[in-house]
């Protein structure tokens, strides 16, 4: 049987939701020949592949290279999942947003800095004016809220795509 | 209040009310749970944030069960595909106006606001956030006003006029700009009237009034403390 | 003046307010409503005392109210003795002393004579002013009075709103005196259930119910209210009626006062009218001491008083739960009903509130009678509603007709239609609550039940006219702007709901929403409606939902094609001339680029933007012209002239095959992509020209033996040169594109084998087929011509039997040629068309030139017959003269038979109508067509329903315009490219030019330029080209009358 093409992308997040994903426990080993991890901050990819049936995004969209990558992904994804509140409402990346980013970037870079103060230029993609859910900017198929989701709540949705099932939109799921 | 007996049908089942009850306390009464957000049982309701919306035969429109009088023979569907729509929807509004971040709230896991989000199957909404700059006043010794978690739905505003009687609290400015103001736009802090009872945090279904101090998921209110006293209150009067 | 307590006094005060009505002097009076003040009656009232004055004629001076007519302010009546009042229109201060001279010679001012009333109906009294000057119309007679009904406001413009007495002398509260005196309030509500009155304010409860609740309900204290808080943009009929007459209210709200019981009256007013609170409380305090107000009125003991609460002029404060919050001191913040204010209102006492035009209906209804009412109006909304008739239309002013009557009457009779020979698209009505209604639905009837089954509302009875100048996303958009700001922010629906709707709508007039955003809209307007807690939320979606449901379109246009065709949304239209141009040239940018001297840049940037500027710059209908900004100083720049001096000099020159070379050059890699164009007409051209730049092989079939279409075979010789046409085609040709001409497709090659051989195949074989008009009566004798086979047939030097007459039958541009191509054929010509010249479809100047060739037209004919002679030959044609009657779904009168038959000899009759589709061809392929018996396609991608085939043209319009048809082709370009690639490859295709972005300093004096003009006696005889091109220093003078309004703020910063 041909494996499911599984990805996990992190935005601006904590990665907390990452850990909620390892934290399945047993659940993993049965899962584990199934699918494939094709891409993301648990596997050694550098590119994000073509056909990818299921992607986990974990984060808000927060610079302009988020941007990028979740358009490309979108492209490239079957099924795209907004995994936990970052990516789901913003949250806390989100709380920066009524704070201008020069001012923001100011504040952390420059007067919150001991030493090298400085906001830093090369190799760090610009701030978008705020950061907001993915699903402003593409199509989300599933979301599921939480800081982070339940561990069973994630298992649940890649069984369910794996068994053929349409992914339950109506799920008992509670922000935050 | 008038004590004649009437009979109503909720969701097909007969119930007993007395002309002069809304239909959400013949729903109550008649252990019929119909959801709600700014009514608190007890005090003046105000059909403002319009989640107790019913359907009632005969009647095209949906109807606020907190302010609808019951009347002889009304046949009342509380939960229907039209009804749920709606209460998303308003649920939705409320999530994307001001800042909920559940993650780092006080009230988290204990806040109407996201139980009615979870019982409505509200994962996300299908409307841009709102992500408005808002103040957090912090004059008050014992208590924090976030405006970033405020519905509006002045449960505040009625129990400090109604039960404490100091009307400290009231609304400000109109539309999208509406904001909760102690006294004339004051901070809470500087306000002669404000008793410290703390009615105002209990009542509070969100993290908007809170204790100083609370952690996150600290904050549990006590609003059926504050709904008995009311009623205790209605009783005497 | 003490009280008046008895009938004797009560005739004296109004004998007295007669006697200055009616003096035996001359009277003149001034309209110093808002409206005329506003236009300087102030001025003009003081001109008119100093005149006085210094002259010491003996003349009664009375400022008035006004009398409707707001578009020929400042209205001043004057009336001698026995004489008619005459109404004088656009008064200014000059007129002053003239106008006074003439009264004391006994005369009034012919060139100001607006109309004369010989009597006037005051329902509650009546005034004959005496007969004479029938020269001048009657008030009736005046289209924009035509039908009107004036009950509410009888009074208006008549007497003078701070004299009491003035009021008195027109049967001023005579109601009032007999209801105290009959003393039976019950019968008085009888009599106003009878008259089935209903709320005025807008919701249109009927009022005798209303007050009966009242009169039942026990209570110390009652409260009478009137609501004249008016909010909506647009209507301002309320400020009027309170400024040209208070009194009526008063009385109103005296009987309602008494009727129902209650003990004070309250007007709730907003602060905003000065003007109208001025006038209150001097008629409240007159009203006093006259005896109208305060204790023991009319010695009935009844008591009453009325006082007046300013508002700070919220919207909201409109709906009556928060106007009763606003009254006692708190935010005007509506609470829900039940308890209504019938049970429970002010101060939680019984309280019943009424819009100001509600009260002023009552009096007349004592008066006259409940009978009498329901004669006026419709079975189900009884009396009249006053209008205020706003925005895109030529007469302004407040309007007061019987309910029922059609908006159409309202739009196009009394308003005079469109201004400036614009089309009229919509009208809201009801204000920001109300709905914007589609033109072709103006049959509807203006009554409480039809508006509100199209989606809008009576409301308080604004009527906003818009026309194509009006973005409807936009209109939606600004209302919702309006309400948003208003919501009181109580209930969500209103308060969050509104918000987001607002940013929706933010988007897609900046071009940044997404299809699902007008689902997203609509539901959410939906459940704003249903869930709000007041009216104000309740019907704030109305514009939205009805803009959606009757101009899609439009949003459609915003998000898909990201346009704004009428120019109002910034981000989605470059200036009024790009966004009315078919091709979307970018015109400023050729001006610009010319004027810099820089003739090459400006040739490639008109090149890319349409690759046939000599034919376009010689016959298009060049709608850019008619939204010039040029035209508000003079006239249009002729921007048509200016392209095709940039085209010619260039195509037509020793440069061709250089410049040539460089559009070559800048095709594309090749893609490899195999297209077929069926049909070389103006579409086909120009969606080769563009899919070969964009590096596709393109074939293009044809049955003819040359490219061109109609440009080359039905578009005479003296208007578009062949030898330009073929320089054109040469280019396109050169860019790569082939021709299989005498190749006819359905016969010679199949629609299957084009689908095997070809990626994409685009159709465009026009409207070659002559359509029904062949079956009129006669038309299989000899001499009668379709007008394409007659044109085509004379462009292949085909001899073409006229005879000595001929008659055209049509009024579009084929006609016009047809009758100018027989003219040089030796023929007399007369045209013949079923409506007027205005309405005609074909260019002004042709139809122009056509009559100064000697065209003849009869107009408002059709063809009824026609008569051949023995042989068989056309000897005469009977035409049926029409009328204009009702206006249809266009806007324009339909032409109806008045049974005249007129007969025409002539030798020989060309039908310029009905041509239309070869439906078989495209049948047979199993592509779908639309009703019309065109070929259905998606309008952004011009898809049809089968795979692989577009169609663009006058095969999906219907025989239209050569811009129109290259507009087509140049879209399918584009689309079928992005298919094809998967990417949109256009703009990076087009050339992009740096030009000078800075507004020009001064504007040019220069007047329009003009090309010469053969003379007509000259031309009638010759095939030359009639119309010669600019020379280059008038180009140059064209580009800088260019006011340059393709640049905004972002750019000037």
Known sequence: MKKLKVATVWLDGCSGCHMSLLDMDAAVISLASKIELVYGPLVDAQDFPEGVDVTLVEGAVSSQDDLNKIQKIRQRTAILVSMGDCAVTGNVPAMRNGIPVQRLLQRVYVEGAIEGKGVPTDGVPALLKQARPVREFVKVDLCLPGCPPPAKTISGVIAAVLDGRKPDTNLTVKFG | MSQKKISIRIDGALVDAREGQTILQAAREGGKTIPTLCDLDGITPVGGCRICMVEVEGIDRALPACTSPVQEGMSVKTTTPRLTQHRRLTVELLLVERNHICAVCVSNGHCELQTMATNLGVSTVRLAYNFPKLETDLSHPKYVLDHNRCILCTRCVRVCAELEGAHVWNLFSRGINTRLTADLNGKWGDSKGCTGCGKCVQACPTGALSEKGRAVEEMVKQNERISALAQRRGAEA | MARIQDIAAFNAARETGLEKLMPTVPRITVGMGTCGRGNGAEGLYHAFAAGIDRSGIDVVLAAVGCFGSCYCEPIVSVRLPNHPLVMLRKVGANDAGRILQDLATGNITPELVFCRIEEWDHITGHLRYGNGYPEVPLWSEVPFFKGQRKLVLRNCGFINPDDIEEYFGIGGYQALYKVLIDGRPETVIEQLKASKLRGRGGAGYLTGNKWEFMAKAKADSKYVICNADEGDPGAYMNRNEIESDPHSLLEGMIIGGYVTGATEGIIYIRAEYPLAVRKLRRAIDQAREYGMLGENIFGRGFNFNISIVEGAGAFVCGEETAL?????????????????????????????????????????????????????????????????????????????????????????????????????????????????????????????????????????????????????????????????????????????????????????????????????????????????????????????????????????????????????????????????????????????????????????????????????????????????????????????????????????????????????????????????????????????????????????????????????????????????LRREIELIERVGVKFILNTRVGAD??????????????????????????????????????????????????????????????????????????????????????????????????????????????????????????????????????????????????????????????????????????????????????????????????????????????????????????????????????????????????????????????????????????????????????????????????????????LTVANAT
């Not at chain 3, 920001?432 to 009837?445: A, L, N, V, Y």
């Open chain 3, 324 to 724: 009763i919050a606003s009254l006692e001191g708190h935010a005007g913040r509506p609470r829900p009903r039940p308890p209504f204010p019938a049970q429970k209102g002010l101060a939680g006492k019984p309280t019943n509130i009424n819009n100001v035009e509600t009260w002023y209906n009552v009096a007349p209804i004592v008066t006259r009678g409940a009978t009498w009412f329901t004669e006026i109006g419709s079975a189900k909304s009884s009396g009249t509603k006053v209008i205020s008739l706003v925005g895109k239309v030529q007469n302004t002013g407040l309007v007061e007709m019987p309910l029922g009557t059609p908006l159409k009457t309202y739009i196009y009779d009394v308003g005079g239609g469109g201004v400036d020979g614009r089309q009229v698209k919509s009208v809201q009505t009801g204000g920001p609550s109300g709905g914007c209604i589609p033109q072709d639905m103006f049959e509807t009837p203006v009554d409480y039940e039809s508006l509100a089954q199209l989606g809008s509302i009576m409301g308080s009875g604004g009527m906003v006219v818009m026309d194509e100048d009006n973005c409807m996303v936009d209109v939606a958009r600004y209302f919702i702007e309006f309400t948003h700001s208003e919501s009181c922010g109580k209930c969500v629906p209103c308060r969050v709901g509104l918000n987001k709707s607002l940013r929706i709508l933010n988007r897609m007039t900046e071009g940044a929403a997404t299809p699902h955003h007008i689902e997203l809209l609509d539901d959410l307007s939906r459940y704003i409606r249903e869930c709000s807690l007041c009216g104000l939320g309740q019907s704030a979606p109305n514009p939205v939902l009805t803009t959606l449901r009757h101009f899609k379109n439009e949003f459609e246009d915003h998000i898909v094609a990201r346009r704004c065709q009428a120019g109002v949304c910034e981000e989605l239209a470059l200036s009024p001339c790009e966004n009315s141009c078919p091709l979307h040239m970018d015109i400023p940018r050729y001006l610009q680029l010319y004027k810099e001297g820089r003739h090459d840049d400006a040739f490639m940037a008109v090149i890319m933007d349409n690759p046939m500027p000599s034919t376009t710059g010689r016959v298009c209908q060049h709608p850019c012209e008619s939204r010039c900004r040029r035209k508000t100083l003079d006239e249009p720049v002729n921007m048509r002239e200016v392209h095709r001096f940039i085209g010619d000099t260039m195509l037509m020159s020793d440069r061709f095959d250089e410049v040539a070379a460089r559009v070559v050059a800048r095709k594309l890699e090749p893609t490899g992509r195999k297209i077929a164009i069926v049909g070389a007409g103006p579409a086909g051209l120009s969606a080769a020209f563009y899919l070969s730049i964009l590096g596709h092989e393109v074939s293009v079939y044809d049955d003819k033996s040359e490219p061109g279409g109609m440009l080359a075979f039905a578009l005479p010789e003296y208007r578009l040169p062949k030898s330009a």
């Open chain 3, 749 to 1046: 090659v199949s629609l299957n084998e084009l689908d095997d051989r070809f990626d994409a195949i685009f159709l465009s074989f026009g409207t070659w087929k002559e359509g029904a008009p062949l079956r009129e009566p006669g038309t299989d004798l000899k001499g009668v011509y379709p007008a394409l086979h007659f044109l085509s047939a004379v462009a292949r030097g085909e001899i073409v039997e006229l005879g000595r007459r001929v008659a055209v039958i049509g009024g579009g541009n084929a006609a016009i040629d047809s009758a100018r191509t027989a003219i040089r054929r030796g023929a007399e010509a007369t045209v013949i068309y079923r409506r007027e010249r205005k309405d005609m479809p074909a260019i002004a100047e042709e139809t122009h030139a056509a009559k100064e060739e000697g065209a003849k037209f009869n107009f408002l004919a059709t063809p009824h017959r026609i008569i051949g002679d023995d042989q068989g030959r056309v000897k005469a044609i009977e035409v049926a003269k029409t009328r204009l009657g009702e206006f249809d779904a266009s806007g324009r009168r339909k032409p109806v038979p008045t049974g005249e038959i007129q007969r025409i000899d002539c030798d020989s009759v060309i039908f310029a109508i009905g041509e239309s589709v070869d439906v078989e061809l495209a049948q047979s392929a199993g592509i779908k067509l639309s009703r019309s018996g065109t070929i259905e396609v998606n309008r952004y991608t011009l898809a049809s329903s089968r795979a692989k085939f577009y169609a663009g043209g006058d095969v999906v319009t219907g025989a239209s315009n050569v811009s129109g048809a290259m507009s087509y082709g140049k879209l399918a370009a584009r689309s079928i490219d992005r298919q094809l690639m998967e990417s949109d490859r256009w703009k990076g295709a087009m050339p992009d030019f740096q030009f000078d972005m800075t507004p020009p300093e001064s504007q040019s004096e220069s007047r329009r330029h003009r090309g010469r003009e053969l003379d007509a006696s000259l031309r009638a005889k010759s095939e030359d080209e009639v119309v010669a091109m600019l020379s280059h220093d008038e180009t140059l003078d064209e580009c800088e009358r260019c006011l340059r309004c393709d």
